[in-house]
């Protein structure tokens, strides 16, 4: 009886714990409306989230209780809501992801200011209200005859299973569109809409002006990762995660083909792991450095020392449990001010290790891991040590470059021994002869 009792503290003790740490605010323009996106709900509560709904502009609405905060996601389905309510604000929000929070934003073509300034705080900008993305030649037979419900499959996404997974079905999308600004680095598209596609009203009987955006440069999914690794992601179409598109079936509306189950619940658990750190997350451990045969780690070395550097580098996977992080682009620089050496790591026995001589310069160094790729945290590993040059006792005698001089120093010896050699026998020749 005791010991259930004790596993039954801790198992307590643990869940408490894991939703202390997994809990997610979900913002809406009504409570009602969360019944239309309960699928994609109940995947956030299968992967041990706990789930709180409220409405954007509640008064009572509060971001952070006793400088804490209240969730450690945020999900924005509220796409109408004209002013946060309560401590919201578009302020709070990016100190909330400078502070290496996650944000998930769905919205449509209702898009209220407070989202159309949120986005443009973190790089995207959105079309006009009213606007849709339109394709004629993509889109589904259920359409009513606008051509706002598009569809894209996998080579409308961008290159990285981490984010998007592996789904191959196609993905049904009705919004607005957003463009990603190009001087940010730090943002992408995520799901782009095809060539043919634009960004109009729907209404409009001609299109008179250019569109807002169109082409591949018409972004319906798009997202950011910061400095701090807090992750947020925009979609102009909240009925990506609506239960009318998990599993909806598509046809194409050219041909009234089918062109299979759709693929948005999966790319939609995909997204919300990425965004929520459950995928691509490394960490480094176990960092050593050492001289071939020496102590690990020292604090100094001596110029054009034998070094080798040793790291661990690990990702979290699908089941929460870290895992070896395998890649052959991971390099290791020996830095003062500038990079002297930039090697690659290789991967051997569960390690990556690196091997190479320290550069004829004294100073101090820094061994730097900095990789940085798209859909991971960004791996940022430093140790520094000094670097002295040779002692005294540490130099050659003989330097192989310096034999020339050796034998003309020699040669210049021998050569005035033998002058030395030839004035004093000269001078007893002639003492000999005058006698």
Not at 230 to 259: E, H, P, Q, Y
Not at 276 to 292: C, Y
Not at 354 to 381: C, E, M, S, W
Request: proline content about 3%.
């Amino acid at each position: 009886m005791l010991t259930n009792l004790i596993f039954l503290t801790l198992f307590l003790i643990k869940t408490v714990w894991a939703l202390q740490g997994n809990k997610i605010l979900v913002l809406l323009d009504n409570l009602q409306s969360r019944d239309k996106y309960s699928q994609f709900f109940e995947t956030l509560t299968d992967r041990g989230y706990h789930l709180s709904y409220n409405v954007a502009d509640d008064s009572k609405l509060i971001l952070q209780k006793n400088n804490v905060y209240v969730c450690d996601h945020l999900i924005l389905l509220a796409p109408s809501v004209e002013e946060f309510g309560g401590q919201f604000s578009v302020e709070e929000l990016t100190t909330f992801i400078d502070t290496g929070h996650n944000i998930l934003v769905a919205t449509n073509t209702n898009i209220g200011a407070p989202i159309r300034e949120l986005a443009v705080e973190c790089g995207f900008e959105y079309d006009q209200p009213g606007t849709y993305a339109i394709d004629h030649f993509n889109y589904d037979n259920k359409d009513q005859g606008k051509h706002t419900l598009i569809w894209g499959d996998s080579s409308d996404l961008v290159d990285s299973k981490i984010i998007v997974g592996n789904t191959k079905k196609p993905i049904l999308y009705q919004g607005i569109g957003l463009i990603r600004d190009p001087d940010n680095k730090l943002a992408f598209d995520v799901l782009t809409a095809r060539s043919t596609a634009f960004s109009y009203s729907p209404d409009a009987l001609r299109v008179t002006t250019y569109p807002h955006a169109s082409g591949r440069g018409l972004s319906l999914v798009a997202a950011v990762q910061a400095l701090n690794d807090a992750r947020v992601a925009f979609t102009g179409s909240d009925m990506l995660f609506s239960n009318a598109f998990f599993g909806a079936n598509v046809k194409d509306g050219l041909t009234g083909k089918s062109i299979g189950p759709s693929g948005n619940k999966e790319f939609a658990v995909a997204l919300s792991k990425w965004i929520f750190k459950e995928t691509g997350v490394l960490r480094a451990g176990n960092v050593t450095h050492h001289k071939i045969g020496g102590i690990e780690n020292p604090l100094s070395y001596t110029i054009t020392d034998d070094v080798i550097y040793e790291i661990d580098i690990e990702t979290l996977n699908d089941k929460g449990r870290w895992v070896p992080y395998v890649a052959k682009d991971i390099q290791i620089e020996f830095v003062r001010i500038d990079p002297f050496i930039r090697t690659g790591l290789s991967y051997k026995g569960g390690k990556y290790t690196a091997k190479f001589k320290l550069p004829d310069v004294y100073g101090v160094f820094q061994f730097k891991v900095d990789y940085l790729r798209k859909g991971y945290t960004h791996l940022f590993i430093t140790k520094q040590v000094s670097v002295k040059p040779f002692q005294h006792t540490q130099y050659e005698r003989f330097i192989p470059t310096a034999y020339p001089y050796y034998t003309s120093a020699f040669l210049m010896m021998v050569m005035v021994y033998l002058l030395v050699f030839m004035v004093l026998y000269d001078k007893e020749d002639k003492k000999t002869k005058s006698d």
